[in-house]
């Protein structure tokens, strides 16, 4: 049963040297629980697919179809609960500088009107899950690239999504970080059965983690199928 199903999806951007195609109808069905891999070169429109899904971007054609409901159908406050169903992160991790760990990992809570004693108790939780029970206090600066990205993912987990957006999350980590950040990607999806969206230029990323993957090229989607039948060896 699909939890994401892309419709016709478009989006174009009206810049000063006039319109830019990021995304021409792209349709696609990602199931519950896959590790699903979005491939493609840079400026193929990686990016600008992950946010339509949660809607930081408004596609101007086609559909997001979230857990059998239209995206663009939904109302403020519904739209609100499905993008706390959808985690986000990042190539450049983006935590808040001025907080520390702890409060980075709560933000999202805050937001949401969590309770300061609950936020902090699931705080805590998501820091054993992401290994860094020993860094609650740490600033960000303070952290290391992988460490940062833990982080991240703690903090993107805070609400209890359904769903894990990746974009480039591994792009700005060496080979061993990297490594070390895709097993616990696996994790989150293998013992919390959260969906996980794998957006790289990185064949390897793929291969490591993905059930499923679509190849992206100028807009369109190329290719779609498992991995094991797309990247076949010699
Ligand atoms: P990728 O993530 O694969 O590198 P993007 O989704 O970032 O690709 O970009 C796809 C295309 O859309 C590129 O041509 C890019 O320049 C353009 N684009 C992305 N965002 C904007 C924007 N906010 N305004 C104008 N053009 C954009
Ligand atoms: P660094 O960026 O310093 O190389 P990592 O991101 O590899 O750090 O690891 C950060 C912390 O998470 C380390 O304390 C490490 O021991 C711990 N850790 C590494 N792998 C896992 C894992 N699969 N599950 C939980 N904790 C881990």
Redesign the pocket.
């Known amino acids: 049963e699909p939890i994401i199903r892309l419709e016709g999806l478009g989006k174009q951007?009206s810049?000063a040297n006039g319109t830019?195609?990021?995304?021409e109808d792209i349709n696609l069905e990602i199931k519950s629980g896959e590790i699903f891999g979005i491939i493609?070169?840079?400026?193929?429109?990686?990016?600008?697919?992950v946010?339509c899904i949660n809607y930081l971007e408004v596609p101007t054609s086609g559909k997001v179809i979230f857990q059998d409901k239209n995206l663009s159908a939904m109302s403020d406050k519904q739209k609100r609960l499905a993008r706390q169903s959808m985690g986000m992160i990042f190539q450049q991790f983006n935590l808040l500088s001025q907080r520390n760990v702890l409060q980075n990992i709560c933000f999202p809570m805050e937001i949401a009107g969590t309770g300061r004693a609950e936020a902090r108790k699931r705080a805590e939780e998501l820091l054993a899950l992401v290994g860094l029970e020993d860094r609650a206090k740490a600033y960000p600066a303070q952290l290391s690239g992988g460490q940062k990205q833990r982080v991240a993912i703690a903090r993107a987990m805070a609400t209890n999504p359904r769903v894990l957006l990746c974009?480039?999350a591994t792009s700005a980590l060496d080979p061993n970080t990297t490594k070390s950040i895709l097993q616990l990607l696996k994790r989150i999806n293998r013992e919390m059965g959260v969906t996980v969206i794998v957006?790289t230029?990185e064949m390897a990323v793929i291969e490591a983690i993905c059930d499923k993957v679509a190849i992206?090229d100028h807009?369109h989607i190329a290719e779609v199928g498992k991995v094991s039948d797309i990247f076949s060896g010699p």
């Not at 830019?20 to 995304?23: D, K, Q, R, Y």
């Open positions: 951007f810049t830019v195609t990021a995304l493609g070169l840079s400026g193929a429109g990686k990016s600008t697919l946010r974009d480039e957006i230029h992206i807009s």
